[in-house]
């Protein structure tokens, strides 16, 4: 089973640039490179931060963008998204009984779990207000499934000072309820626009650096340094025994060899 991660668009309203970049074309990017590459990825999941300032006239983008997309999309929200107006555009999408933009996916992989850590005008995120009951709900009820877990906030720290004021709330709570599961095989994420890897408790993660702009990685500084990378996006293929994770950039590299030679 293959499946694509994409994160933290940051979509702006049709001609606006943000940080001198154009979200929507770094987008339509890599929906052409999705398209042409892995048009038989069974879903395609966008871990949040679709609009920069969350409004109206960016999710209008974002819709025109993904109507390209080949392949099957389910969408998150990210620190910087706003419920109301996502749902103003984005009308039919999944949600849970109380309104979060959350739900599941059932396949051959096991079960697909998109979480929404949204909470409004605040950087970090959380699960509260039956989040993470939903959460365990949805793991209990498929107590003999593989879970992956697609997140926007990463459930844990990931070792770069910038991020921990704007992590996820209650982590450690969050993570005793994923490891009493025991069928979580990995946790996809995006917020921290930077390619991170590794596991929480024996709980293997990974997050790409991302569409919009992109964050220098840095172990001690506190501040956040912008930077204009190749827009990324990664590719998971999942069997029984293995998940296995590739990222790529959307724009043409510089060849600069080939081996066996020519
Ligand atoms: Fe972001």
Known sequence: MKLVHVTDLHTVPPGDRLYGLDPAERLDTVIAAINRDHGDAEICVFTGDLADKGDAASYAQLRDCLQALAVPYRLLLGNHDNRAAFLEVFTDHSRDAHGFVQSFHDCAAGRLIFLDTLVEGHGYGALDQGRLDWLAACLEDASTTPAYIFTHHPLSPIGLPHFE?????????????????????????GHV?????????????????????????????????????????????IDEHDVLINRFDASEPVVIGQWPPK
Request: neutral net charge.
């Open 165 to 189: 004021p704007y992590g996820l709330n209650d982590s450690a709570a969050i993570m005793d309820r994923v490891l009493a599961a025991g069928t979580v095989r990995h946790v996809f994420f």
């Open 193 to 237: 626009h930077v390619d991170a890897n590794g596991s929480w408790r024996g709980v293997p993660f990974s997050c790409n650096r991302g569409v919009a702009h992109q964050i220098e990685p840095n172990l001690s500084r506190s501040e956040a340094i912008f930077i204009a990378g190749a827009p990324t996006f990664s590719v998971a293929l």
